[in-house]
């Protein structure tokens, strides 16, 4: 998405460039978006606020299959 430094007239007109802008995300980029964002999320609540780092070839985290 390139849409960082333009500006817009109005809340419709972001709204619009936002959406033709969604529109050209492939399903399953979205979705495998979504779902990292899902593993942080379960990662942050498991280790109740502690530091963690995933690593960078598998984000999943064994250990939290039962979170």
Do not use: N, R, W
């Not at 460039?17 to 779902?35: C, P, R």
Request: glycine content about 8%; proline content about 1%; charged content about 25%.
């Amino acid at each position: 998405m390139k849409l960082k430094g333009l500006h817009f007239a109005d809340v419709a007109e972001i709204q619009g460039t936002v959406t033709d802008e969604l529109k050209k995300v492939q399903k399953g980029g979205f979705s495998a978006a979504f779902q990292k964002l899902y593993d942080c999320a379960k990662a942050c609540i498991y280790a109740s606020g502690a530091y963690f780092e995933f690593k960078k070839k598998d984000m999943s985290l064994p250990h939290m299959s039962s979170i």
